[in-house]
């Protein structure tokens, strides 16, 4: 009987070494597939990081060509406010040479109306002069 029970007893262990070795053979295949899944989502990861990489580049070069623009606005801002600074100038002069013209033009008016009252005053003398002349020679 003890055979017996020895063959009993290696039959369920056997049985129980079965069960084991399917059960590692399927945590293999799991393991497998998880790992062939991981590995493409590695890929698929890595491609988009690959992608945002570039993009990162391209964006870079265009912040630089920006910058580069903003030097030069900056540069021509400048002077466009030198100019204007001179324009500012330039028109502060022109209100001032204009102010003295309207001064000038006052006084040649004031000189051509003081012209005119002399003439007419010698016209007048002339003219009573002529008369007194021609009173005499009648």
């Given at each position: 009987?003890?055979g017996?029970?020895?063959?009993?007893?290696?039959?369920?262990?056997?049985?129980?070494?079965?069960?084991?070795?399917?059960?590692?053979?399927?945590?293999?295949?799991?393991?497998?597939?998880?790992?062939?899944?991981?590995?493409?989502?590695?890929?698929?990861?890595?491609?988009?990081?690959?992608?945002?990489?570039?993009?990162?580049?391209?964006?870079?070069?265009?912040?630089?060509?920006i910058?580069?623009?903003?030097?030069?606005?900056?540069?021509?801002?400048?002077?466009?406010?030198?100019?204007?600074?001179?324009?500012?100038?330039?028109?502060?002069?022109?209100?001032?040479d204009?102010?003295?013209?309207?001064?000038?033009?006052?006084?040649?008016?004031?000189d051509?109306?003081?012209?005119?009252?002399?003439?007419?005053?010698?016209?007048?003398?002339?003219?009573?002069?002529?008369?007194?002349?021609?009173?005499?020679?009648?």
């Amino acid at each position: 009987m003890k055979g017996d029970e020895f063959k009993i007893i290696l039959e369920d262990i056997n049985e129980k070494f079965d069960l084991v070795i399917e059960g590692h053979k399927l945590l293999n295949e799991k393991l497998d597939r998880q790992a062939k899944e991981n590995k493409e989502e590695h890929k698929e990861i890595r491609d988009e990081i690959l992608y945002v990489k570039k993009d990162v580049n391209s964006l870079k070069k265009e912040v630089v060509d920006i910058k580069k623009d903003v030097v030069d606005v900056k540069k021509d801002l400048s002077d466009v406010k030198k100019d204007v600074s001179e324009l500012q100038k330039d028109v502060y002069t022109l209100k001032k040479d204009v102010v003295d013209i309207k001064k000038n033009i006052v006084d040649v008016k004031k000189d051509v109306s003081d012209i005119r009252k002399d003439m007419n005053e010698h016209r007048e003398n002339t003219e009573l002069h002529g008369l007194r002349k021609k009173k005499r020679a009648s």
